[in-house]
């Protein structure tokens, strides 16, 4: 999940709240920080809207219960060259467009996916009655994995009229980010005097997604490695008691001329069968057990059969390290200290 493609860019963004309380002019305030050589770019980001009326060119009627499954997200002409989000199709918003501002949208895949659109640039499209034309299609941007994808549709909003709260997203240029969050609280004091700074990363704010599944993953794997130790120690044990109990046929064995290495093989021939067997019961009930779980996730890995045949080579070595000490301190032994009672 943590290196899955989220559609955008998403290093070195810089995420700054933004209140309509505080009277900010936004477009001031970011034209103000693209004056800093360090920043890229800047844009502004309103919140999303779900389940409003929507109805589409061509829609077939049996989809109109996906409106609820449509995102809307209230964006400036930069939104997306800051993001470095793609383009599957079609353009970006500009201003060389004066119609973009009041009839125009933006479509991510996953909407075309949905709506089952062949063709989607140049149809109508009408958002609480605000007619427009659809202009691009994005490739879909995700802020985590752990949500499944929605179809999303951009539109411009007016910089000065935010009727709720939004944020800032500034693009720094790598290395030069201490200074300039600087810079940046220096501008935003002048505009917003009075008004707390604050900020975070958007890579800091993703990883915050995907905490429960490390802290879950730490866990698997301190009780997978007590799990091996505690099995190593049984194998440990039962392979001393076997090379007890045979200490004698490998002697007879040795005084005929049996080989170091077929000593050893008979020993852990017996596990091998043991762990082979536990390997092929186990592998359905994990199979099912992972497949379930994955299905929690809407972006997820497959099960690759290297998932059960690596852990069970790795279970073949492992039990052959812990036998073979034993079977070569069996082999080595001298014959006649066993034999010499018989």
Known sequence: MKHADLGFDHENLLSVPVDPAMSTDISALKNELRQKTAILDVTALGPGSQGASLIWEGMNPDLSYLENEVRFRMVD??????????????????????????????????ATRLWQM???????????????????????????????????????????????????????????????????????????????????FLDQEIDKIYKQEELVSQIAGYFAALSIFISCLGLFGLASFMAERKTKEISIRKVLGASI??????????????????????????????HRWLQTYPYRTGLSMIFFLLPALLAVLISLATVSFHAIRAALSNPSDALRFE
């Open 77 to 110: 002409y930069d939104f997306f060259s800051t993001m470095g989000a793609r383009f599957v199709a079609g353009r970006n918003f500009s201003e060389e467009f004066g119609e973009d501002f009041d009839s125009a949208y933006i479509i991510n895949e996953e």
């Open 118 to 200: 062949d063709s989607p640039l140049g149809k109508n499209i009408e958002f609480c009655g605000r007619a427009g034309n659809i202009i691009g299609i994005v490739d879909n941007i995700h802020i985590g994995y752990k949500e499944s994808s929605y179809a999303e549709i951009y539109y411009l909003k007016s910089l000065d009229v935010w009727d709720r709260s939004s944020i800032l997203i500034i693009r720094i240029e790598t290395g030069r980010i201490k200074e300039t969050i600087e810079d940046v609280q220096k501008i935003w004091n002048r505009f917003n005097a009075g008004t707390p700074f604050e900020f975070s």
């Open 261 to 290: 290495f077929s000593i050893v093989s008979l020993l852990n021939r017996e596990f091998l069968k043991c762990v082979l067997i536990a390997n092929i019961i186990a592998w359905p009930f994990a199979w099912i057990a992972m």
